[in-house]
């Protein structure tokens, strides 16, 4: 119980029927297949939905990660990404991009599309 927390304390479930680790593995090979080449980690597409078979797809452990209830999340241009997605978008490192976003107080625009200030 050492997920309850991050799960079943957010209000968070699975599928009945999944009460088996042999009918929750038949459903995701039946519904998603196996997993292909670097896409071999199971995750929820709605990070605050149920684990449902509508709710799962693989993913890489790259964009398993963007997936993560701790990020940063910043919307630009009406797409919103983790902040971490953001620095890798506009080439910038990550540590950069949270300091000058976080720390310094700069704008979303002033910290991602100019390399150095000043």
Known sequence: M??????GGMGISYDPSWETYQQFE???IT??????????CLGRIDRAGDWTLNNV???TRKELSYNRRDNDRVTY??????LKEWA???????????SRYNSYGWSFEEAME?????
Request: no cysteine; glycine share 6%; net charge positive.
């Open 57 to 59: 797809r693989w993913y």
């Open 2 to 7: 050492d997920n309850w927390y991050y799960n």
């Open 31 to 40: 519904t998603l297949g196996l997993p292909v080449g670097n896409k071999n």
């Open 77 to 82: 241009k009406k797409q919103t990404r983790p």
């Open 88 to 98: 890798e978008h506009f080439n910038i490192p990550y540590a950069t991009a949270w």
């Open 114 to 118: 100019i390399k150095k200030r000043g």
């Open 26 to 28: 038949s459903d995701i």
